[in-house]
Nanobody, 116 residues
């Protein structure tokens, strides 16, 4: 079992920045990939960014150059710095962790609202 707790969402004006963090607890040594998905109203959940235990990263095209994902394996956290935010970044952001056996776990989500 893995528990993921997000923090850092909020309200920001377009062009601003926010930093999301996610703390993992439980069977943390079983976690391979961690990352963030988001779901905007009326849209499907989409991958935003992911990082493996070895540090390889993957980003959605829409956030490349603006978002940076990082991971601290000693603190069992994953963070995402979001810069140059746009109204279309408004969504609920979910932290996820994928275990080496393929199972995945999700946080409850944190809301990000970007005003124009």
């Amino acid at each position: 079992q893995v528990r993921l707790v997000e923090s850092g969402g909020g309200f920001v004006q377009a062009g601003g920045s926010l930093r999301l963090s996610c703390a993992a607890s439980g069977s943390i040594f079983s976690i391979n990939t961690m990352g963030w998905y988001r779901q905007a109203p009326g849209k499907q959940r989409e991958l935003v960014a992911a990082i493996t235990s070895g540090g390889s990263t993957n980003y959605a095209d829409s956030v490349k150059g603006r978002f940076t994902i990082s991971r601290d394996n000693t603190k069992n956290t994953v963070s995402m710095q979001m810069n140059s935010l746009k109204p279309e970044d408004t969504a609920v952001y979910y932290c996820y962790g994928e275990l080496y056996d393929g199972m995945d776990y999700w946080g409850k989500g944190t809301l990000v609202i970007v005003s124009s």
